[in-house]
Protein backbone atom coordinates (compact mmCIF):
# COMPACT_ATOMS: atom_id res chain seq x y z
CA UNK A 1 0.00 0.00 0.00
CA UNK A 2 1.19 3.56 -0.88
CA UNK A 3 0.02 6.31 0.96
CA UNK A 4 1.31 10.04 -0.24
CA UNK A 5 0.19 12.68 2.14
CA UNK A 6 0.73 16.57 1.03
CA UNK A 7 -0.66 19.82 1.40
CA UNK A 8 1.15 20.97 4.91
CA UNK A 9 3.22 23.85 5.37
CA UNK A 10 3.53 26.98 7.54
CA UNK A 11 0.01 28.63 8.54
CA UNK A 12 -0.79 31.62 11.07
CA UNK A 13 -3.73 30.74 14.01
CA UNK A 14 -6.73 30.61 12.59
CA UNK A 15 -5.97 30.17 9.22
CA UNK A 16 -6.69 27.02 7.13
CA UNK A 17 -5.12 24.30 4.98
CA UNK A 18 -6.09 21.38 3.00
CA UNK A 19 -4.20 18.54 3.02
CA UNK A 20 -4.50 14.97 0.24
CA UNK A 21 -3.64 12.12 0.37
CA UNK A 22 -3.35 9.57 -2.68
CA UNK A 23 -3.42 6.21 -2.14
CA UNK A 24 -2.74 3.31 -4.74
CA UNK A 25 -1.99 -0.61 -3.73
CA UNK A 26 -5.55 -1.08 -2.09
CA UNK A 27 -9.29 -1.45 -3.72
CA UNK A 28 -9.53 2.06 -2.13
CA UNK A 29 -13.72 1.81 -1.91
CA UNK A 30 -13.22 -1.18 0.31
CA UNK A 31 -12.16 0.41 2.85
CA UNK A 32 -12.62 3.10 5.62
CA UNK A 33 -9.88 6.14 5.62
CA UNK A 34 -8.93 7.97 8.65
CA UNK A 35 -6.79 10.71 9.29
CA UNK A 36 -3.64 10.84 12.01
CA UNK A 37 -1.46 13.28 13.43
CA UNK A 38 1.66 13.14 15.62
CA UNK A 39 2.95 16.23 17.70
CA UNK A 40 6.71 16.10 18.79
CA UNK A 41 7.19 13.91 21.80
CA UNK A 42 3.62 12.70 21.80
CA UNK A 43 1.61 9.67 20.46
CA UNK A 44 -0.14 9.09 16.94
CA UNK A 45 -3.60 10.44 17.48
CA UNK A 46 -6.67 10.07 15.49
CA UNK A 47 -8.31 13.24 13.85
CA UNK A 48 -11.05 12.10 11.14
CA UNK A 49 -12.58 9.15 9.93
CA UNK A 50 -14.55 8.44 6.95
CA UNK A 51 -16.56 5.63 5.91
CA UNK A 52 -16.23 3.66 3.03
CA UNK A 53 -18.89 5.61 0.87
CA UNK A 54 -18.16 8.96 2.52
CA UNK A 55 -21.08 8.65 4.26
CA UNK A 56 -20.70 8.72 7.30
CA UNK A 57 -17.75 10.72 9.07
CA UNK A 58 -16.11 10.78 12.21
CA UNK A 59 -13.98 13.27 14.13
CA UNK A 60 -11.94 13.51 17.31
CA UNK A 61 -13.36 16.26 19.72
CA UNK A 62 -10.99 18.64 19.63
CA UNK A 63 -11.44 18.96 15.56
CA UNK A 64 -15.40 18.65 15.12
CA UNK A 65 -16.27 22.05 13.53
CA UNK A 66 -12.82 22.84 12.63
CA UNK A 67 -11.72 19.99 10.40
CA UNK A 68 -13.69 18.20 7.30
CA UNK A 69 -12.90 15.13 5.85
CA UNK A 70 -14.05 13.88 2.59
CA UNK A 71 -12.87 11.45 -0.04
CA UNK A 72 -13.21 10.81 -4.05
CA UNK A 73 -13.47 7.21 -4.58
CA UNK A 74 -12.94 7.68 -8.77
CA UNK A 75 -9.91 9.06 -7.68
CA UNK A 76 -8.26 7.00 -4.34
CA UNK A 77 -8.29 10.22 -2.52
CA UNK A 78 -9.06 11.43 0.87
CA UNK A 79 -8.77 14.80 1.81
CA UNK A 80 -8.75 16.97 5.17
CA UNK A 81 -9.97 20.53 5.05
CA UNK A 82 -8.71 22.38 8.32
CA UNK A 83 -10.12 25.36 9.55
CA UNK A 84 -9.30 27.65 12.81
CA UNK A 85 -6.48 26.28 13.01
CA UNK A 86 -4.43 26.28 16.40
CA UNK A 87 -0.86 25.81 17.65
CA UNK A 88 -1.50 22.48 18.81
CA UNK A 89 -2.66 21.86 15.68
CA UNK A 90 0.82 21.52 15.02
CA UNK A 91 1.96 17.60 13.80
CA UNK A 92 3.01 15.76 11.17
CA UNK A 93 -0.53 14.39 9.66
CA UNK A 94 -0.80 11.13 7.90
CA UNK A 95 -3.56 9.14 6.05
CA UNK A 96 -4.07 5.44 6.09
CA UNK A 97 -7.25 2.72 6.83
CA UNK A 98 -9.40 3.26 9.71
CA UNK A 99 -9.73 2.18 12.50
CA UNK A 100 -5.65 2.25 13.35
CA UNK A 101 -5.57 -1.31 14.42
CA UNK A 102 -6.21 -1.98 10.62
CA UNK A 103 -3.65 0.85 9.35
CA UNK A 104 -1.04 -0.01 7.37
CA UNK A 105 2.55 1.08 6.34
CA UNK A 106 2.83 4.69 7.47
CA UNK A 107 3.80 7.03 4.18
CA UNK A 108 5.91 10.41 5.19
CA UNK A 109 3.29 12.51 6.42
CA UNK A 110 3.11 15.87 5.87
CA UNK A 111 4.04 18.59 8.19
CA UNK A 112 1.80 21.00 9.29
CA UNK A 113 2.77 24.05 11.67
CA UNK A 114 1.08 26.91 13.22
CA UNK A 115 2.28 29.18 14.18
CA UNK A 116 2.56 33.18 13.62
Known amino acids: VQLQAYGGGLVQPGGSLRLSCSVSGITFSDYAMGWFRQAPGKDREFVAA????????YYEEAMKGRFIISRDNTKNTVDLQMMSLKPEDTAVYYC??????????WGQGTQVTVSS
Open 96 to 105: NVAPEERARS
Open 50 to 57: IDRSGDMK
